[in-house]
């Protein structure tokens, strides 16, 4: 059996092992790998039909749906760089993505160009814009060629530019915690090799269905994509409004693989599931953050046979550790260990090796790292570093150096190897001489069952150096009482880790692009409306 390299040929290949195998449902609609892959070669065949040059970027401007994929992978098929768009972000937004890593062509829907009409003459380098059929005429821009559709699938087939698998194949923006998104550039070599990755250890296989409910513009959401397509599985393409709106899904289409962020498995744990949903839904993973304790214990109440696997992972690197299902209940506040084909390292400053518990930065070496950050080179110089010739696995006669993708995330190791997250560099809260991560004060909150939703954060406090503040939703049952709240953190607290304010939101709490919970949003306003 031939091996894919290249990003379509995970979909080529498939078709030719099984044309008629279902590869993609959105809403009552399936299409089979055939169609799947003739569907690409003819959206390729039209991207240079209008000038695709070798690695130019193309961004996708939709909701999941046939379109969205058909242009992912159609975009790479061509020789080209696709850019996948939050289908959540605004037209400014949308505008600085195609200005940063200069769009040629955008593939949108009419009711999207609309709202995009103000900011596109602004992006320079744009020249074409793809447009969904419909009944009404796109309105026209200044400068640009609007196309419809299926006019580009009425092009006369071409062979795509020349392209190998240490190219550039996607740009995914990160939801910039800190100032503008930076664009992660991830190679064909990067994506195929995490979809062989992730496919061996969660055990996929052909008869499978995952769930696309993450967005596709998140790694962790495009990685149901190229998993499923490896092995030639089904995927279902869901744009939720409402929790139940996944359980629902998962029940109607006979899921058998979910992965989702904790902030909506919180929410899922708080609604009825379908007694028979575990008897198909082989597998939950956890990505995103840390799944809180009590939100694991939960889920596994409601689906008791499905295997949890808990996952980490940066979009820098696409994906990087998993816990087994056979250790969570050992170490469920574990991340795991590496997924195959990659080396995870915990190193001090000085790059030396961490010794076991000794907390330290993840350093992420191998296949999955990626080619840094689109146009900016101080911030790729911060997070993408050689690595010391001392390091595992560098021999003192290697002359060339190794980059790895330098996490900022701080964790330990233990003396088995399992690593444990502790909390992000520039998260973590630094009060009465103590570091603290949120997620540590966090997962003590969600384990009171006191709260619904919780985000900690350090304000400045010049007693101290920084006090913590929460912000917590009421949980499902009830009214959150902070003062009960708070004599369960004393009990179950050091006193330095004590919140010394907690403010109640009506829930949900907002949410970042990628579905988390929007921590630094949260604090800044906070800040900002306490100074005013």
Not at 93 to 100: A, C, P, S, T
């Amino acid at each position: 059996m031939r091996n894919s390299t290249l990003l379509p040929e995970l979909i080529s290949l498939a078709a030719e092992r099984n044309v008629a195998a279902p590869a993609l449902t959105y809403s009552k609609a399936t299409l089979s790998y055939g169609e799947l892959h003739e569907a690409i070669t003819r959206f390729a065949s039209g991207l240079l039909g209008l000038g695709l040059q070798r690695g130019e970027r193309v961004a996708i401007y939709l909701e999941k749906r046939f379109e969205t994929v058909i242009a992912s992978f159609g975009a790479p098929a061509a020789g080209g760089v696709f850019v996948p768009l939050n289908p959540l972000l605004k037209a400014e937004q949308v505008g600085y993505i195609l200005r940063d890593c200069n769009v040629r062509m955008l593939v949108t829907s009419p009711e999207r160009l609309a709202l995009l009409q103000e900011t596109l003459p602004s992006c320079h380098d744009l020249r074409h814009v793809v447009v969904l059929d419909s009944t009404d005429s796109p309105p026209v821009i200044s400068r640009l060629n609007t196309v419809q559709w299926s006019d580009l699938f009425n092009t006369p087939p071409a062979t795509g530019h020349r392209v190998i698998d240490t190219d550039m194949l996607g740009i995914l923006y990160t939801s910039g915690s800190t100032g503008k998104p930076k664009g992660v550039v991830l190679s064909h070599r990067n994506m195929v090799a995490g979809a062989k990755s992730v496919a061996s250890y969660l055990e996929n296989r052909a008869d499978d269905t995952l769930l696309a409910a993450l967005p596709l513009s998140f790694d962790a959401g495009f990685s149901q994509l190229t998993t499923a397509f490896h092995v030639g599985a089904r995927v279902v393409l869901l744009n939720y409004l409402l929790p139940r709106d996944v359980i629902k899904t998962i029940e109607r289409e006979k899921v058998t693989g979910l992965t989702a962020v904790p902030p909506l498995y919180i929410q899922l744990t708080q609604l009825k599931w379908p007694e028979d949903t575990t008897e198909h839904l082989r597998y939950f993973a956890n990505t995103g953050g840390r799944m809180p304790r009590e939100t694991l214990n939960a889920l596994r109440q409601h689906l008791p046979k499905s295997k949890p696997f808990l996952m980490y992972g940066l979009t820098e690197a696409f994906r990087s550790t998993y816990l087994s299902p056979t250790e969570v209940d050992k170490r469920p506040d574990s991340i795991g260990k590496a997924i195959p084909n990659a080396e995870i390292l915990v190193l001090r400053e000085d790059g030396t090796p961490c010794a076991p518990n000794e907390p330290g930065e993840l350093v992420h070496r191998g296949a999955l790292v990626g080619l840094g950050y689109w146009n900016d080179q101080e911030k790729t110089a911060e997070r993408y570093k050689p690595l010391p010739s001392h390091a595992p696995g560098r021999e003192a006669g290697l002359v060339l150096p190794e980059i790895a993708v330098f996490s900022g995330d701080t964790v330990r190791m233990d003396e088995d190897g399992f690593l444990y997250f502790i909390g992000r560099r520039d998260e973590m809260m630094k009060t009465s001489g103590y570091r603290v991560s949120p997620t540590e004060v966090e997962e003590i909150l969600y384990a009171t069952k006191l709260v619904g939703e919780c985000i900690a954060f350090g304000i400045d406090d010049d007693r101290i150096g920084q006090s913590i503040q929460v912000i917590a939703t009421h949980p499902s049952n009830g009214t959150l009482n902070i003062d009960q709240l708070l004599a369960e953190c004393r009990a179950r607290m050091p006193a330095y880790m004590v919140p010394s304010g907690i403010e109640v939101r009506e829930g949900p709490l907002p949410r970042n692009p990628n579905g988390k919970i929007d921590r630094k949003t949260l604090s800044t306003v906070w800040v900002e409306q306490k100074n005013l």
